[in-house]
């Protein structure tokens, strides 16, 4: 129930095109979902995020799309470009404990992004 | 400029060798968190530490310990009995205030041989 499942594990995509990932999720307690962008050799970095009361936020070329329902969410890149070419994680949070320290985040296991020119 | 830095960035070691990763920020963040990353795996917790002092269990601490005897710092050891170790750990920080999300450091890749 902890799980948070991601889609497709790789993605190719031309310069200009749309990418997109999916995830999706169970439990009913996560109540932020951020997403993580990494490059090769650096750590994740935020990229954006949304609470379950919103069905979209967007900022620049990246959205994410919440359906509450559904328990699903995704991420859409516009017009891609090779710099966006990194790993994309989902994540979602939940408490664990009291207090505003026991929040967690479980991570999907990520989508490999390759725009070409 | 406020970060993590983790070190060091490459590490070899011999089999049945106990190894330390150290972790450093300067965020003044609260809570410290150590994530082991495996191609096509995502990101698992190993441990976290909400408090100075006080630090719990994530979902695959067998064969690794850590200490948080300050504020700013979180080191990490892969003991012998830590099956597999080679891989790319990612140490992260949190604040309890506005957003509530995590700071990654650049991570180190421990390779066993």
């Known amino acids: 129930q902890q799980q948070v499942k991601q889609s497709p594990q790789s993605l190719i995509v031309q310069k200009g095109g749309i990418s997109i990932i999916n995830c999706a999720y169970e439990n009913t307690a996560f109540d932020y979902f951020p997403w993580y962008q990494q490059f090769p050799g650096k750590g994740p970095a935020l990229l954006i995020a949304i609470r379950p009361d919103v069905s979209e936020k967007k900022e620049g070329r990246f959205t994410i799309s919440f359906n509450k329902s559904a328990k699903q969410f995704s991420l859409h890149i516009m017009d891609s470009q090779p710099g966006d070419s990194a790993t994309y994680f989902c994540a979602a949070r939940s408490m664990v404990g009291a207090g505003a320290g026991s929040y967690q985040l479980t991570f999907g296991k990520g989508t490999k992004l390759s725009v070409i020119p | 400029d406020g970060g993590i830095t983790q070190s060091p960035k490459y590490l070899f070691r011999k089999e049945g060798q106990n190894v330390t990763l150290s972790c450093e920020q300067n965020l003044n963040h609260d809570a410290m968190y150590w994530y082991r990353q495996d191609p096509g795996q995502g990101l698992r917790l190993i441990y976290y530490?909400?408090?100075?002092?006080?630090?719990q269990k994530g979902d695959i601490a067998e064969g690794y310990s850590v200490s948080r005897e300050k504020k700013e710092s979180f080191p990490l050891t892969v003991t012998s009995a830590q099956k597999n170790p080679t891989a790319f750990y990612l140490c992260?920080?949190?604040?309890?205030?506005?957003?509530?999300?995590?700071?990654f450091g650049a991570g180190s890749r421990l390779t066993v041989l």
């Open positions: 530490s909400q408090i100075v002092n006080d630090f």
């Open positions: 992260a920080s949190r604040d309890y205030s506005g957003a509530n999300v995590l700071t």
